[in-house]
């Protein structure tokens, strides 16, 4: 009889422990949620250290906040602090894997150079979603970063297959093929991607540079002058001799 009585009660001031918090954790959650939206609201406005202070404090409230370190992760990322928004993005794939969360990883692996990580999350994310265009596209650029550009050009072909007009694949595509010498596949390629949309000033300034060095390296002089002076003219500085490429150039 003793030993019920102290079991119960044993049983009611344990449910009292639990009932107790429960009120406090659900206003350290709401705590914790909208110092994670003023530091969307900071992120969203360019203000990245007032995001990450914001995201850190949403945290140290609720350390199980997943968005927060999502989110914190971006901001790092925003700032190239590679190192820790990798740590961000890790803490989230350790409880949550995602495609979201894959990328922006493979993003601060390839900021920081560590290229052969950036393709491995590129490929996870595309285990998960064969369809991400862009993600060919960013992989291609990870294999190209690290001189594999055989399996560069394999991404950007599966990218231009998945959308025939995408403009950023066929000039990813020609800075491989100039990088392997093959110009005239090159030039077409910035040809076709000049033909695209969308376009603006610094994108097409790339492009006819890259195209001037296609042309430059099949001793089209005229051809690699013109689109230099292109490019320049559109706020890129350009390799001076392309600007004075003539038939004498490169004897």
Not at 13 to 38: C, D, F, I, V
Not at 57 to 77: F, T
Not at 110 to 131: C, H, I, M, S, W
Not at 206 to 219: F, G, H, I, M, P
Request: net charge neutral.
């Amino acid at each position: 009889m003793i030993t019920r009585l102290v079991l119960g009660g044993w049983m009611l001031a344990l449910m009292a422990a639990l009932l107790a918090p429960h009120g406090a954790r659900a206003q350290t959650a709401k705590e914790a949620m909208e110092y994670n939206n003023s530091g969307n609201d900071a992120l969203i406005n360019g203000r990245m250290d007032a995001a990450i202070a914001a995201y850190s404090r949403a945290l140290e409230i609720d350390p199980k906040l997943l968005d927060a370190y999502q989110n914190r992760g971006a901001a790092y990322l925003k700032q190239r602090d590679f190192d820790r928004a990798i740590a961000d993005f890790s803490k989230v794939l350790e409880a949550a894997p995602n495609q979201t969360t894959y990328a922006n990883r493979a993003l601060a692996y390839e900021g920081k150079g560590d290229y052969q990580r950036a393709v491995a999350d590129f490929t996870r994310v595309l285990d998960l979603n064969p369809e991400a265009l862009w993600i060919y596209n960013e992989r291609g650029l990870a294999f190209a970063h690290g001189k594999d550009y055989e399996k560069a050009v394999a991404d950007y072909n599966k990218a231009i297959e998945l959308n025939p007009r995408h403009r950023d694949a066929y000039f990813y595509r020609a800075a491989a093929y100039r990088e392997t010498g093959r110009y005239e596949e090159a030039v077409a390629d910035d040809t076709k991607a000049l033909g695209l949309t969308p376009r603006n000033k610094i994108s097409d300034a790339a492009v006819y540079y890259d195209r001037a060095q296609a042309y430059y390296e099949t001793k089209n002089y005229e051809k690699a002058r013109d689109d230099a002076r292109k490019a320049q003219s559109l706020g890129l500085q350009v390799d001076p001799n392309l600007l004075e490429a003539s038939s004498n150039s490169g004897k």
